[in-house]
């Protein structure tokens, strides 16, 4: 079993900048692909960025890219969400997935954090 807790959500004015974090407990941190989704009101989740098992490489999705830094400490066990120059169109809940390399090692979800960005 895998607990994810985020944090650092809240109410930004557009143009600031925000840090999310999303502490992992349970298994091997090590194990699982972090990513962040976002799901905003009447819309579906949608996929912000993800980074591979060793933090080597990263992935975003074009709307973030440029904007948004998505690391992770090993030391930690927490993956964050630096994001920058916030737009009203940022404003969702965003969560936290740790997606395990095999179906044993499972999927799991945070319970999401707010992120209200105001024009």
């Known amino acids: 079993q895998v607990q994810l807790v985020e944090s650092g959500g809240g109410l930004v004015q557009a143009g600031g900048s925000l840090r999310l974090s999303c502490a992992v407990s349970g298994r091997t941190f090590s194990r699982y692909v972090m990513g962040w989704y976002r799901q905003a009101p009447g819309k579906e989740r949608e996929f912000v960025a993800s980074?591979?098992?060793?933090?080597?490489?990263?992935s975003y999705a074009d709307s973030v890219k440029g904007r948004f830094t998505i690391s992770r400490d090993g030391a930690e066990n927490t993956v964050y969400l630096q994001m920058s120059s916030l737009k009203p169109e940022d404003t969702a809940i965003y969560f936290c997935k740790a997606d395990g390399p095999t179906v044993e090692a499972g999927v799991y979800w945070g319970q999401g954090t707010q992120v209200t960005v105001s024009s």
């Open positions: 980074i591979r098992r060793t933090g080597a490489s990263a």
